[in-house]
């Protein structure tokens, strides 16, 4: 069967077919412009960096502190240890002194040995 043109029927899509594909792009074509909407948005992107760079920031901040706060736990080990170290050897130089006396000289020495401990212990934990 042919029509006034010359073609068949058959060469011709369904009106359902057609209406279909009109349907389907305009969907597209609407979510097209959607996106470029939302890149024309430079207000809301400049929103969404923001948010996403305060985001980055506190996870930053959170691991910082938490590296701060493992690197005082280790000093604060390292000064107690110490501490204890420089207290062991006061006492042993005070149990030594008591035992056995020693001239004033001696004493000032140990004396002084025992401040530079402290100190370097001091200066560690800075």
């Known amino acids: ?22 349907a389907q792009t305009r969907a597209e ?15 809301a992107r400049a929103k969404d960096q923001v948010e996403q760079t305060k985001q980055k920031v506190k996870a930053q901040t959170a691991d910082a502190t938490e590296k ?23 006492q042993e130089a005070e149990a030594q002194v008591r035992r ?13 040995a025992i401040v530079v401990v402290i100190l370097i212990v001091r200066g560690r934990r800075r």
């Open 100 to 112: 056995n006396p020693v001239p004033f000289a001696a004493v000032l020495a140990a004396s002084v």
């Open 29 to 43: 074509l609407g979510d097209t412009v959607q996106a470029l909407a939302a890149k024309a948005d430079v207000k």
């Open 1 to 22: 069967m042919s029509d006034n043109n010359g073609s068949s029927s058959a060469d011709k899509p369904d009106v359902d077919e057609l209406r279909a594909e009109i």
């Open 68 to 90: 701060v706060r493992d690197a005082a736990v280790v000093a604060t080990d390292k000064v107690r240890s110490a501490a204890a170290q420089a207290g062991d050897v006061a």
